[in-house]
């Protein structure tokens, strides 16, 4: 259990707001403050809402969030924003807000009356290296980027501009089409050239269970979130991994595979101890965004890797 846990800490960014949930705001804010006090919280990481919905996140989160810092374990909620392209100039506009945002939700008579929430992470996407040089000289030291770029094509250019440079890699792994997943091989050379940069990553879409499946409503094969983050961990662990061996645990459909011991974890004649887990997640295999926390917390507890007494209930 502990290794699950180890693998799966902090690891699920919520995403409500987006297809093919896509609630409102509300129901969406309600449901990210029950998440927060479940037993299960600790999977949980950041809110992702985009830039230009914060009036409403200001509306309908005022009522949830913590005010003080009084109480263990009240900290600010954490969010993610998405931010205009980096081919766009809006971006730092966008850029402008979030340190007003933040700037604001410090100052402690504001926070008192109305809640604490801190932005330090920012998710945008980008088709260049120039476009990503441009967009970083106007993110702020205390904001972590993400950057997402094409699965199809060659990456190797832009994941190169990112090595060094403190921020991460976004890969989108689904979609509500068949044609908006990448297959195998381009995920597996995606975290292969991530790897070789030593640049983190992210994924996001279509990571709602734990192993590979086929989605029958978009008619395809879908990545489980087991998949990608062993994957993610034994590459950080050893990266003389090649692309057909990352291939074959991103494409493993039987959760029983993945053993989790009271040791480690490992994959056919490959294991990872504690200490190599929490290594390649803080270094590397950073976080999913998934509309649903319920559903992969369901199926973790199906595959008997939870408790099913540890429930968020409706």
Known sequence: MHAVRLLLDSVLDYAGLFPPAKLDMAPTVANFARYRRAPERWMLSRLIVPVTRFPEFVSEADPLLPKTADVEGDEPWPLSVLVAP??????????ERIERFNSRMEDREFSRAHGRATIDTIESRATTPHEIDRALEYVPDDIFAYFEIPADGD????????????????LRTGGLTADAHPTPEQVARFLKICRAAEVPFKATAGLHHPCRHLATDVGCMQFGFLNVFVAGCMLWSDDRMDEKEIEKILVEERAAAFE?????????????????????????????????????????????LLPTEEGVHP
Do not use: Y
Request: hydrophobic share 40%; glycine share 8%; with cysteine.
């Open 86 to 95: 980096a081919s766009d100039r809006q971006i730092v506009a966008d850029l």
């Open 260 to 304: 989790f011991g009271p040791s480690g974890l490992s994959w056919r004649n490959r294991s990872l101890r504690f200490d190599e887990i929490a290594e390649a997640r803080e270094r590397f295999a950073h976080s999913f965004g998934s509309c649903s926390f319920e559903e992969p917390l369901a199926d973790l507890r199906a595959l008997g």
């Open 155 to 170: 990456p190797r250019g832009l994941i190169a501009t990112m090595a060094s440079l403190d921020t991460g890699a976004k």
